[in-house]
Structures are given as C-alpha cells and as structure tokens.
C-alpha cells in the first residue's frame, strides 16, 4: 500500500469498539493474555472521553482503520517537561511490513516536536518481542538500561 493511501487521525468516539477489539487481539498475540472486553472498551472509552489521560492515533486506509497507538504522558521532572509513551501499538496483519508503523510513529515525533514541551518518546515492548523490537530500532529508537518493575492491583 502506497504510505500516500495512508491517513493518520486522532481517535474519536466513533473508533472505540475498533481500538478495544485491537486492544485485545494484540494482548492475545503478543502475550498470549486475554482480557475483558467491557474492562478494554471502558479503558479506550476513558482516553476518549479525557485528553488529560493521552490520545490514540489511527492508521486508516480508505475508511477502515487498519492500525493504532496510543500516547500517554509521563511528567518529568529532571526535564522540565513530557514524556510521551507510545502504547497499545497493533497493526492489522494484513497491513504488516507496509509503514503502517512508521507512518503512526512519524506522526507521534512531528505533533512531539511541534508542541514544545515533550522532550522525549518512549516504548516499552514484550521482551520476546523481537520482530517488534528490531522494527523500533530500524527507526532510530535505542534501548534504555531501564528494566520495568510493576506491582499491579
């Protein structure tokens, strides 16, 4: 697909069962997880509905979306500014290896760099995930010595 036939948009009310069902697939896929439809759509629904919480981008060709992300934000206070987080990447399958990636990070570095107070794009990505990680280094993205430890409730 020809990256022109490719429009980037943020999300709205209209792509909230779309993003959830992408939601889910991709945590069926990457870590083999499944999780509550109502809990997902509620999540999606609740970025939506709070720009204070962050936004998704799609990906459309023509009228279907065919991938998303979604940007969250992270204060820093030793940069005096945000962090935005790339999460919830998927791409369908049968849109995979055409820029469909690259196109949506593309337009996450240009809206960071033209708001004036992010100072930085981060990912995190399954460790196994190495088709993943090999696509976010082929995009000038490095490795953090960071290890990510969580408690979850």
């Not at 993003?19 to 069926?28: G, S, W």
């Not at 083999?32 to 509620?42: E, F, I, K």
């Not at 936004?55 to 206070?77: H, V």
Request: glycine share 6%.
């Amino acid at each position: 697909m020809p990256p022109e036939a490719i429009k980037i948009r943020r999300a709205a009310t209209r792509d909230i069962q779309t993003l959830a069902e992408f939601n889910i697939a991709m945590a069926q896929e990457t870590e083999d997880r499944s999780l509550d439809p109502a809990t997902v759509q509620s999540g999606v629904s609740g970025v939506i509905e709070s720009s204070a919480r962050g936004f998704y981008l799609i990906a459309e060709a023509g009228e279907t979306c065919i991938g998303a992300l979604l940007i969250t934000f992270e204060w820093s206070d030793w940069r005096n500014g945000d962090l935005w987080w790339i999460q919830s990447v998927y791409v369908l399958p049968t849109h995979r290896q055409k820029g469909v990636f690259r196109q949506l990070y593309e337009a996450v570095v240009s809206q960071a760099t033209a708001h004036g107070d992010v100072r930085g794009i981060r990912l995190y990505v399954e460790k196994d995930n190495l088709k993943a990680q090999r696509v976010y280094e082929h995009l000038k993205m490095t490795r953090t010595p960071y290890q990510i430890y969580e408690q979850m409730f």
